[in-house]
């Protein structure tokens, strides 16, 4: 016996009549990607169909994020439906922009239909008029944490003070009066299921800077001091710290060289690196930092040149609530069967779920309706009807049995759900992680 | 003034020479087989010993704990002229010639210089020569002149045995070449074809390092995260010390090389202790102090990085060499006189070999020549180093310095009186015992 089952098959057929129109901006998105903070047409595309289908929408959020709202005037929790904006930048994608190189290649796109479809059968007035409290529809930007240097640019502008698009939203206010928030992404396991539970990594992300001395390298080595090969000793420091980081707090820290010196000839005076530090938690994330920092530092001492780091806030680890967890597996088992449910297990990359995970009860369960490595440049969704319209069912279906019969279920998950921080907490804490030194001998 | 006949005086000399070939060659071999690391040259010393004394010398005993000392007084008074003769053996187990126990060998040919100075004793203890001469004879036997067995040394520094870590820098502090005023001896070294020496060149400055990395133990399966690694710490410092080698002018001749001595105790536990022994070497004392700053940076940026601590332990090392260009004539002359004029070879003044000698410390302070005998095959410190010609090795030396110390002290000794008054030393005695005293620091480095 299926709850609210008369109220779930209006919402089911209200969907079923407009599954190809959804289906058609999910891949006007996928033939259109922009990275994170430059969704402009995708913002537009998604708050132009808000509208017309009779939203208020709240636009143009840190850039490119919107807002749809769907008040039932009756008191109640808020529930929200989130979709990610932006594509990566993976220039030999399938589907990549030949100009900017942007790529769906993390499905984002597909996120946004999922969040259509579940907008579309609850805005089915015998749907809503069931309910209680407000259902609002997030489109975030940037939820990639990449571009790092085009997005310092927006914080020097002041047009945003972080790198995530949820984070932003978080810090304007848009969560204030949030009680639960999902979003399903889409992902590449057992194909045909959808995966719940799980956890994320969280992260901090550094920019590096070694400032040596030019010299001419055949001519003059001696009078240098080689950049380069301070960062190759931090690097090499970097690894020899990987003993000490713990199996259960799934460290990861992976630099890139994005300046490795001018000319050969010369002795490298300027070299710069990217990394980021991730952790299952934050004391680990702090604590490996740490360890990478002084790495960077032994780099510059070694070569005598100097080093400035700067460590700019990432994402939160991400932690996902069990009773939310339950109440969707109910209804995704409803949609594709019981043995189509699987427990996703922890992920060691991160989103800006996390961030939202850790001050209201979230869950991000996974289509996996992709084939081909995430972020890859042959990963594609090739199940439309798991990732988006089974996706978007079993999402408005949870939001269903949280709004009805007053609210009673969404009150009793979010009343149970113990915020590991207060959204002041929450933006003091991201503020913590950044940092700016320089250091010399 | 009495002038004496030198040819006349020479020819004897090579005569008692030649007339010992045969037992100076069979001494020399002796100490072959018997080798011993420096300052533990006790079987070595006692064989030498008896040597000297079979020849009515008193011999000193016991400087530098195996040194010695047995001066030929010539009838006149004048300059004393320094022969010198190393004791000790390298450690290189592999070498054919190798203590079963101890690995020390001979890989360095010190062997031969006690059968040359065992020649120049034999020549110059008779009395027509030594009433002809104007000064004396110091016959040295040095110990330890290879820098190896550091923490045993150290040890016996610490027990008040010596306090420098060489047999020249210990004689020095202990005064026994005050009364010398300028000394040679011959080296072998490889080139074993027409020529029978080489004269010139210079060697490294040196300086030696004991690193001790602290870091923090724990099971290395079980709880590597407690624990700091101070392997690791170790050898990214090596790694650094790898990139710094562009910044080597070749100019410099600078080498640095080490050796991680303690290494970590058991595989399943963190390395907490690590012991590395690094040596830096260059042309000048400059040059020096410049590649060991950047060293020294690198050892701490290894304990920065794996937030480790670590101890730099300095030991003084040698000076480059200056040879005198005065003695190397005189040498360069008896060598043409009796083997020909191509039996040497003339290196230029500025061709730094890239190794070190403690005779470098005593250059510092008095004239010195360090010429080299072309009589070994193999590569020098490693296991095929071997004498291939004896006779060369011992007789042909103990000729060239035996007639280099007649024309020396001879005719009123006015070759070494030249030599000497011309001479300015860089260092007195006492201001080389206490710079190099000052070369021993230990340093902490604890990055917060």
Request: proline letters at 3%.
């Amino acid at each position: 016996m299926i709850e609210n089952d008369v109220t779930k098959t209006f919402f089911a057929s209200a969907i079923d009549g407009r599954v190809d129109e959804i289906k058609r901006i999910s891949l006007d998105i996928l033939n259109h990607p922009e990275s994170g903070y430059r969704e402009y047409r995708t913002s537009k595309l998604v708050a132009d169909w808000f509208r017309t289908n009779g939203f208020h929408v709240q636009a143009n959020i840190a850039k490119t994020g919107l807002v749809a709202t769907l008040d039932t005037g009756k008191t109640g929790p808020h529930v929200a439906i989130l979709g990610e904006l932006d594509a990566l930048v993976v220039p030999r994608h399938l589907y990549a922009n030949l100009e900017t190189g942007a790529a769906h290649a993390c499905g984002h796109h597909a996120q946004i239909g999922s969040m259509l479809t579940a907008a579309v059968g609850i805005l089915d007035e015998s749907v809503n008029k069931t309910l209680t409290g407000k259902i609002s529809f997030m489109a975030t930007p940037a939820e990639e944490y990449i571009e790092l240097e085009y997005r310092q640019t927006l914080v020097d502008n002041g047009e945003i003070e972080f790198f995530g698009g949820k984070q932003e939203f978080i810090k304007r206010g848009f969560f204030d009066d949030v009680n639960i928030a999902m979003l399903t992404h889409t992902g590449g396991e057992t194909p045909g299921t959808l995966g719940i539970g799980g956890s994320n990594n969280g992260m901090v992300g550094k920019t590096i800077r070694f400032r040596g001395k030019a010299a001419h390298a055949g001519g003059s080595p001696h009078l240098g001091i080689n950049s380069l090969n301070a960062a190759h000793i931090a690097l090499a420091a970097i690894h020899a710290q990987r003993e000490t980081f713990r199996d259960s707090d799934t460290v990861r820290v992976h630099p890139i060289i994005t300046k490795g010196g001018s000319a050969v000839n010369s002795v490298p005076s300027d070299v710069r690196l990217e990394t980021y530090v991730r952790a299952s938690n934050v004391p680990a994330i702090l604590q490996t930092s740490q360890k990478v920092d002084r790495a960077f530092r032994a780099g510059a001492l070694a070569t005598g040149a100097t080093v400035q780091i700067t460590t700019n806030p990432g994402y939160l680890p991400a932690k996902y609530d069990d009773l939310l967890t339950e109440l969707y597996r109910h209804n995704a088992a409803s949609l594709i069967g019981d043995d189509n449910i699987i427990r996703l297990n922890h992920g060691t990359g991160c989103t800006d779920m996390g961030d939202v995970s850790q001050i209201v009860a979230a869950i991000q369960p996974s289509a996996n309706a992709t084939s081909g490595d995430a972020h890859g440049i042959d990963y594609v969704v090739d199940n439309y009807d798991l990732a988006i319209t089974k996706a978007g069912k079993a999402m408005g279906m949870t939001v269903i049995d949280l709004l009805s019969k007053n609210g009673e279920k969404g009150k009793n998950i979010f009343g149970s759900f113990h915020a590991p921080m207060t959204i002041d907490e929450y933006l003091r804490r991201m503020r913590s992680f950044r940092s700016n030194s320089t250091y010399e001998d | 003034m009495n002038v004496s006949n030198l040819p006349e005086l020479r020819s004897i000399a090579m005569q008692t020479i030649d007339e010992s070939s045969g037992s100076l060659v069979d001494a020399a071999k002796c100490v072959y087989a018997t080798p011993e690391t420096g300052f533990n040259e006790r079987k070595t010393s006692h064989f030498v010993q008896k040597q000297l004394e079979a020849l009515g010398l008193f011999v000193e005993t016991g400087i530098a704990i195996t040194g010695m000392k047995a001066v030929i007084k010539g009838n006149n008074p004048g300059p004393t002229i320094g022969v010198i003769a190393e004791l000790d053996a390298l450690r290189v187990p592999s070498h054919p010639g190798a203590d079963d126990t101890s690995g020390a060998a001979h890989a360095c040919g010190h062997h031969i210089q006690i059968g040359a100075l065992l020649g120049v004793a034999t020549a110059l203890v008779n009395p027509i020569l030594k009433e002809s001469l104007s000064g004396n004879v110091a016959l040295i036997l040095a110990p330890a002149e290879e820098f190896i067995d550091i923490e045993d040394r150290l040890t016996k520094r610490d027990n008040d045995e010596i306090e420098f870590l060489s047999g020249k820098q210990e004689m020095i502090r202990l005064g026994t070449f005050d009364e010398v005023d300028m000394a040679m001896m011959v080296h072998s070294s490889t080139g074993y074809g027409k020529a029978y020496f080489s004269v010139g060149g210079t060697t490294n400055a040196h300086v030696t390092h004991q690193v001790r990395y602290m870091g923090k133990s724990a099971h290395a399966g079980g709880f590597p995260y407690m624990g700091i690694n101070a392997l690791q710490a170790a050898m990214l410092a090596n790694t650094a010390i790898n990139t710094q080698r562009e910044t080597f002018m070749e100019s410099q001749v600078g080498r640095v090389h080490g050796i991680i001595s303690n290494g970590g105790t058991s595989v399943n536990a963190v390395p907490d202790q690590v012991l590395y022994e690094g040596r830096i070497r260059a042309g000048t004392v400059d040059a020096l102090h410049s590649i060991e700053e950047k060293v020294i940076r690198c050892y701490k940026a290894g304990a920065l990085a794996m937030g480790a601590s670590v101890k730099v332990g300095s030991v003084a090392g040698y000076h480059p060499l200056t040879q005198n260009t005065m003695m190397e004539k005189l040498f360069i002359e008896n060598a043409k006189r009796i083997f020909g004029q191509n039996s040497i070879v003339i290196e230029p003044p500025d061709q730094n070999y890239g190794g070190s000698t403690d005779m470098g410390d005593l250059s510092k302070i008095m004239p010195v020549i360090h010429p080299y005998t072309r009589t070994a095959s193999g590569i020098g410190h490693g296991e095929d180093y071997l004498i291939q010609d004896y006779s060369r090795a011992v007789v042909s030396s103990a000729k060239v310095m035996a007639s280099t110390v007649l024309a020396l002290l001879i005719d009123n000794a006015h070759k070494a009186k030249e030599i000497t008054s011309q001479f300015n030393p860089d260092l007195t005695p006492a201001q080389y015992v206490k710079s190099q005293r000052e070369r021993f620091t230990t340093t902490t480095y604890r990055p917060e």
